[in-house]
């Protein structure tokens, strides 16, 4: 019942703002380029600002990755030069334009969930769901998840309004991840109306 009213939230949100952090290893967005985190903001169903905070294998460096969608127009800065190119939408490793929908399925997907009690998150009262995932049903939130990995999830949901404001993903998702790898989810700001823009 609460993961289902969950998914119906997730369904009416207009807009959000979220942060996706590897707290144990990293994603492979592009051979040589490993992803720790990724935040922004999605004015659903097809607008989102992100910046993905990554390590370049060769030189070493960290660097910062913008990315723009705007319907059928996608930006992203040259990691070297954080000069801005146009892109195609398909050719991005990561699509949050649709967050909600992705969201929603990946809650429906959750195998033997389990309430594992209330706990206080960014200062609302939550129910904490703990469950399993198959990897695949994770690819509309990490890039390059592999085929048959189970997952360890936990969801933490408002228990007032019923909104999903955290979760953390733990074990394989991508072929090459660490066995224990984790993944942070923390969503805010909902429905709080942003304004998204072609860079100059």
Do not use: C
């Amino acid at each position: 019942m609460i993961l289902q009213q969950g998914v119906s939230r997730l369904l009416t949100l207009e807009s959000v703002a979220f942060d996706l952090e590897q707290e144990k290893g990293t994603t492979t967005l592009f051979p040589g380029l490993e992803m720790s985190k990724a935040s922004g903001l999605v004015d659903i169903p097809d607008r989102f600002s992100i910046v993905v905070e990554a390590e370049l294998a060769f030189p070493r460096s960290f660097v910062e990755i913008k990315i723009v969608t705007i319907g059928d127009q996608a930006y992203i800065t040259d990691f070297l030069s954080g000069e801005w190119r146009e892109v195609s939408p398909d050719s991005l490793p990561v699509n949050f334009g649709s967050i909600g929908q992705t969201l929603a399925d990946i809650i429906k997907a959750v195998s033997n969930p389990v309430l594992a009690g209330t706990e206080r998150v960014g200062g609302r009262e939550t129910h904490h769901i703990k469950g399993t995932i198959r990897s695949e049903d994770l690819t509309g939130l990490i890039p390059g998840a592999g085929q048959g990995f189970t997952v360890d999830l936990d969801l933490w949901l408002d228990q007032s309004e019923h909104l999903l404001v955290q979760a953390l993903i733990v074990g394989r998702v991508v072929p090459t991840d660490i066995p224990d790898a984790r993944r942070l989810l923390t969503l805010n700001d909902f429905d709080v109306p942003v304004d998204i823009t072609a860079p100059e």
